[in-house]
């Protein structure tokens, strides 16, 4: 049989592990205590994602100029990222500064026959995504 200290130390390890598996949350061993694997779950119940009413849109114009605006956002300033869903790349990113809640950015350099959305990040608002557009160009 183990002798006591090695067993309390044993134990002291593997609750601390259960314990950043489940603030982390990523699911619990299958003979963890149902405790971790609760506390992992009431992390994803608080909705930590979309944490505010912020909406973002992207209009592309037909020169390939664009427009993101941002509404209802908590943070003052607002990473955001021009998003080739094509391609899976990001064609461009810039900080904006919100104006009561809003802000406008506008841009060019699109290419042609693409699709793009708009993503932003603030830690008050989380992630923000926007519709998905698919920029056609007239060729003559």
Same mark, same amino acid.
């Given at each position: 049989m183990k002798s006591s200290a090695k067993w309390r130390a044993w134990l002291m390890i593997a609750? #601390?592990?259960?314990?950043?598996?489940?603030?982390?949350? #990523?699911?619990?061993p299958a003979g963890?205590?149902?405790?971790?694997?609760?506390?992992?779950?009431s992390q994803a119940d608080r909705g930590d994602r979309g944490r505010s009413?912020?909406?973002?849109?992207?209009?592309?114009f037909r020169n390939g100029d664009y427009r993101v605006r941002g509404t209802d956002y908590d943070a003052?300033? #607002?990473?955001?990222?021009? #998003?080739?869903?094509s391609r899976d790349r990001v064609v461009d990113e810039f900080y904006a500064r919100t104006h009561?809640?809003?802000f406008t950015v506008r841009d060019d350099g699109l290419r042609c026959d693409r699709t793009y959305k708009a993503v932003t990040f603030s830690r008050k608002d989380g992630w923000v995504s926007s519709n998905k557009v698919r920029f056609h160009c007239d060729r003559y």
């Open positions: 609750g #601390v592990l259960l314990g950043l598996l489940a603030s982390m949350g #990523v699911a619990a963890a205590s149902s405790v971790a694997a609760t506390s992992s779950q009413d912020a909406d973002l849109s992207l209009r592309i003052r300033r #607002v990473h955001v990222w021009i #998003v080739n869903v009561h809640g809003d």
